[in-house]
């Protein structure tokens, strides 16, 4: 990953309707026309999301921060919330289930996902490569 620079972040309320800021601004980041854009997009919806379900970052006045790096062929999106009892896992989901997919979504469409704790929060990340 040498070569990649932390181009933005942005620190949004940790409210679901502040997702598609989350997108908006990883759009705005990598640009019109950029070939991860989309899945960047998409991701990052999914990412927000479960900060905001699944951590402290919901509750009132908590924040979720939002950081696009990009560069030699790739793009690096992280999500830091203030943590929580679990840790972002891979579930199966049942049929009829509705939930339960987003992060099989962001294993399917990146070159790697993870995450890490870092000061008692939350940082998900996810790569995607492009020619």
Request: charged share 20%.
């Amino acid at each position: 990953m040498a070569g990649l620079v932390v181009r933005e972040s942005v620190t949004l309320a940790g409210r679901v309707e502040r997702t598609r800021v989350a997108r908006a601004f990883v759009s705005g980041v990598l640009g019109p026309g950029h070939p991860c854009g989309d899945d960047a997009a998409l991701l990052v919806s999914e990412l927000f999301g479960n900060s905001v379900r699944h951590s402290g970052s919901g509750a009132p006045g908590e924040t979720v921060t939002v950081a696009v790096s990009a560069g030699d062929g790739m793009v690096r999106v992280e999500v830091t919330d203030s943590g929580g009892p679990g840790v972002p896992e891979l579930s199966p989901a049942g049929r009829d289930a509705e939930g339960g997919r987003g992060l099989q979504l962001v294993a399917g469409l990146t070159a790697r996902w993870g995450w890490r704790r870092r000061g008692g929060r939350t940082v998900t990340w996810f790569e995607l490569s492009h020619g």
